[in-house]
């Protein structure tokens, strides 16, 4: 314990050990956590990077409720519902120009830096440059997705790093990425604006047809934002809220621990009631999730307990209960946590949606940009229906789960649109 202390855990050694090292300089957890996620960009392209949006909770053990804040993109003014259903589309298609929204993740980074920072952010970019510009083993798991994607994205500007001599890399084999280095290192010296203003903003207007125009990307994506809570097990758990799908998480539990379940998570009864609880909300979120301000109903809505009570009186001991069934999605997402020795805790989760993205890159950057706008759908008058400036539906789902006002427990997952199931069943078997 102590100030230079802390904790870093994240789908990457080298992405932790940088976020270690940064709290050992006297970083914050946000510092580290941001540290965390840039190396995570250069050396797991095939999960993050700063194409992409970013969602945080944050317990600042100085305040006694957390922070959260919203870094997902919006849709571009290019393009309209109307113009896509004139080319024939009935949905946007999911890898493709007009799935690509204005990424969040680097306002993110300046919002969580300059409220939260105790180094300058390019102290806190470093490592991640270096590793770029130095190079990295190729993981097991990097080699699966590069050789999965290559057909997809081997002709696009940015692809040349990942694949040297225009072949996917083995295990073990070495990368560097240094148009992404030079992408990194103008975040460090001047800010968003060589992001979304320089050449790869550019090239984001490029990568979607025009669908995305400098005007919205002059236009901040980071919003500090009330986060979302109910009190379970004898705590009180806290998400994002919608355009996040982090709701279903808590309603699922608060359904689950009201149906008088059994205290063996191995009994069978334990889990029947835990699966009828979530299908009870999650055939729900395509109508739900959504930019609040298309919203039907809001967060206190979907989280009032008069409805997660009715949905619990639906649902059977002994048999499954008819529910509509979703659509499934995929997804590729890098979730990661950090405590410092100060007691502040994050739960950041950052994302490309589809492993690589859309497939299309921002120019020869280096930056790959994410498909969030598959999130969206082309039926008129519908809560997710395309609209310039407003935000898609959203998997990402970080909890942040606070006792007595003390952080209790930080917890998320990567998984797509399965992320709430996976996040209750764990905490119904650690809490319940």
Known sequence: TGPDQGIAVSPHWMASQAGVELMRAGGSAVDAAI???????????????????????IHDPSHHTPVALNASGRGGSGVTADNLRDKGLGDIPYRSPWSITVPGCVDGWEALSERYGRLPLARVL????????????????????????????????????????????????????????????????????????????????????????????????????????????????????????????????????????????????FQHLLVEAYRSVAWEREDTVSDPSAADLDVAELLDTSRLADRANRISRDRATRWPMPKPTVGGTAYMTVLDGNGMGVSFIQSNFAGIGSGLSAGASGVWLHNRGAGFNLIPGHANEYAPHKRPLHTLSPTLWTKDESLDLLLGTRGGDQQPQYLAQFAATHFH
């Open 35 to 57: 540290a965390v996620d840039a190396v995570l960009a250069v050396v797991a392209p095939d999960t993050c990077g700063p194409g992409g949006d970013l969602f945080a909770i």
């Open 126 to 269: 470093t490592r991640a440059i270096d590793i770029a510009r130095t190079g990295f083993e190729v993981s097991e798991e990097l080699a699966h997705s590069l050789d999965r994607v290559h057909s997809m994205v081997a002709d696009q500007p940015s692809a040349s790093s990942l694949y040297p001599n225009s072949e996917p890399p083995p295990s073990g084999s070495t990368l560097r990425r240094l148009a992404l280095a030079e992408v990194l290192e103008g975040i460090a010296t001047a800010g968003r604006e060589a992001f979304y203003g320089g050449e790869v903003g550019a090239g984001i207007e490029a990568a979607s047809q025009g669908a995305i125009r400098p005007d919205d990307l002059a236009q901040g994506q980071a919003d500090w934002i009330a986060p979302a809570s109910l009190d379970l097990f004898g705590r009180t758990a806290w998400t994002i809220p919608p355009n996040s799908q982090g709701y279903l998480t808590l309603a699922t539990l608060w359904i689950f621990s009201h149906l008088d379940p059994p205290n063996d998570p191995n009994d069978p009864l």
